[in-house]
């Protein structure tokens, strides 16, 4: 699919095709102005791409970043104000997610913390019974602790219910153990899609002496070098190296962050 920004001749997404398999968990992620939001509003269907089309099966439920409700409403307004305006709607799964989080029914939204409405939006969706939940920058109102608990309820959500997951953030160190997608984005063009694990499996850091060119075989992401040592991280899988080479297989913070270095 294609996009063009609004109002100007720039492209805001280009050329990015991938497919996700129902029951999956994907983390997308990339710089500000990477074509996150944009790609998250074309899936959800608020935008139409100007090339290209997208395909989702079931019922899709879609949590901006800005997470838009009336202010005056109290928590169990927006759970009515849900059962109305969604032909399907599960009472007891809003419900159950705000009593993981004991949120007070009888408050005003205005009155409630950033992660307060985080868990009532969270509910909302959740309540429609989506069989895809995208969330735009969901945990970013969450100190640390809080985030890693909304991530495990949200993993339980997506084993119990069938549900496919996908997600925009910034915090790419969260993603490890939770995705077993990605999606990485920059200059509203898709870098790397794929399996999380297999990905990881793939990419290697190799480290020695200074040298203008890879010790193996295979792409290279990012090189660096210094005064006396290179560094070649090459998408090729594990290959045998000889000292005083070394290798290691890198984190997924480390792939995201190199994949993106080098787009600059």
Same mark, same amino acid.
């Given at each position: 699919?294609?996009?063009?920004?609004?109002?100007?001749?720039?492209?805001?997404?280009?050329? *990015?095709?991938?497919?996700?398999?129902?029951?999956?968990?994907?983390?997308? *992620?990339?710089?500000?102005?990477?074509?996150?939001?944009?790609?998250?509003?074309?899936?959800?269907?608020?935008?139409?791409?100007?090339?290209?089309?997208?395909?989702?099966?079931?019922?899709?439920?879609? *949590?901006?970043?800005?997470?838009?409700?009336?202010?005056?409403?109290?928590?169990?307004?927006?759970?009515?104000?849900?059962?109305?305006?969604?032909?399907?709607?599960?009472a007891d799964r809003a419900e159950q997610w705000l009593n993981r989080f004991r949120i007070p029914r009888k408050l005003q939204i205005e009155d409630l913390s950033g992660g307060e409405r985080t868990h009532v939006v969270l509910a909302l969706a959740l309540g429609s019974r989506p069989d895809v939940l995208?969330?735009?920058?969901?945990?970013?109102?969450?100190?640390?602790?809080?985030?890693?608990?909304?991530?495990?309820?949200?993993?339980?959500?997506?084993?119990?219910?069938?549900?496919?997951?996908?997600?925009?953030?910034?915090?790419?160190?969260?993603?490890?153990?939770?995705?077993?997608?990605?999606? =990485?984005?920059?200059?509203?063009?898709?870098?790397?899609?794929?399996?999380?694990?297999?990905?990881?499996?793939?990419?290697?850091?190799?480290?020695?002496?200074?040298?203008?060119?890879?010790? *193996?075989?295979?792409?290279? =992401?990012?090189?660096?070098?210094?005064?006396?040592?290179?560094?070649?991280?090459?998408?090729?899988?594990?290959?045998?190296?000889?000292?005083?080479?070394?290798?290691?297989?890198?984190?997924?913070?480390?792939?995201?962050?190199?994949?993106?270095?080098?787009?600059?």
């Open positions: 699919m294609s996009v063009v920004a609004a109002g100007v001749s720039k492209w805001a997404l280009r050329d *990015v095709s991938f497919e996700l398999p129902p029951g999956s968990v994907t983390a997308m *992620v990339g710089s500000n102005g990477s074509g996150k939001t944009t790609l998250l509003n074309v899936l959800a269907g608020h935008l139409k791409p100007e090339l290209g089309h997208t395909s989702i099966a079931g019922r899709v439920a879609y *949590v901006p970043q800005h997470k838009p409700m009336y202010k005056s409403f109290r928590v169990k307004d927006v759970l009515e104000f849900g059962r109305r305006m969604n032909d399907i709607w599960d995208m969330l735009d920058e969901p945990l970013a109102e969450l100190d640390p602790l809080a985030r890693r608990k909304v991530m495990r309820e949200l993993l339980t959500e997506v084993n119990d219910k069938g549900m496919t997951l996908i997600f925009s953030t910034h915090a790419v160190g969260e993603i490890a153990g939770v995705a077993d997608r990605l999606l =990485v984005l920059s200059r509203g063009r898709l870098l790397v899609d794929g399996d999380a694990d297999e990905l990881l499996e793939e990419h290697v850091l190799y480290t020695g002496p200074h040298a203008s060119t890879s010790p *193996v075989e295979g792409h290279v =992401v990012l090189a660096k070098h210094g005064r006396a040592q290179s560094s070649f991280l090459v998408r090729s899988g594990g290959q045998r190296i000889d000292e005083p080479w070394t290798a290691r297989y890198v984190t997924l913070e480390e792939l995201v962050v190199a994949h993106l270095e080098r787009d600059l």
